[in-house]
């Protein structure tokens, strides 16, 4: 066979390969966005905070629909000390940035005390919690990278879906939103 024969042949399969993948790609394409937004301070992505984990207000600044799933992104309030019980996400890494106040952020076995600027990374599969610790309003940006399904969990919880939960069910409900609950909240440590 000649080379260039070879060459055409080689071509043209790749042609017939990447026909389906080009396909593909246009079709996703069209549930991303194709324009930016902005989201003003103090509001939320769907005009509609969620109320939920005893006093948290949870603002989405960016959905899991407008990435196709890859990241979520909200902004916590807290008035209330505490946080929630120490998990593990299957397939999510987290990140926090505080943004007001102080928290105190566990990551595997190790504590981190986050004021205003600060931020801490938390890699899927690895126990983690938060607890806002001090007086007055705390502030946190938490992002979930792929979103997996934590925004229709935090949707479903301000709807009161768990409210009647024994905590065996509670459990099963968490995995089914792609984490497991392994331990009480952190609680204030002495420093």
């Known amino acids: 066979m000649k080379r260039t024969n070879f060459l055409q042949i080689c071509l ?11 396909v593909m790609a246009k079709s ?12 003003n301070a103090g509001k939320d992505r769907n005009d509609k905070s969620l109320s939920l984990l005893e006093g948290d207000t949870f603002d989405c600044k960016v959905s899991t629909k407008d ?22 996400h299957f397939t999510q890494d987290e990140w926090w940035y505080v943004l007001q ?11 981190y005390q986050a004021k205003a600027g600060d931020s801490v990374f938390g890699p899927r599969m690895i126990p983690h919690s938060f607890a806002k610790i001090g007086e ?6 938490m ?21 009647n939960m024994t905590p065996e069910e509670q459990d099963k409900f968490r995995e089914e939103h792609g984490f497991k609950r392994v331990g009480p909240p952190i609680k204030q440590l002495k420093w």
């Open 28 to 39: 996703i394409k069209k549930f991303l966005l194709d324009k930016g937004f902005m989201v």
């Open 67 to 88: 990435t196709n799933g890859d990241i979520y992104v909200f902004e916590s309030k807290r008035i209330k000390e505490g946080g929630p019980a120490h998990h593990y």
């Open 12 to 22: 043209a399969a790749g042609a017939v390969v990447m026909a389906p993948l080009n």
């Open 101 to 111: 106040g102080e928290f105190l952020i566990k990551v595997g076995e190790t504590v």
């Open 143 to 163: 992002f979930f990278q792929p979103a997996g399904k934590m925004e229709e969990f935090f949707n479903k919880m301000s709807q009161g879906v768990a409210r």
């Open 136 to 141: 007055g309003e705390a502030k946190l940006l």
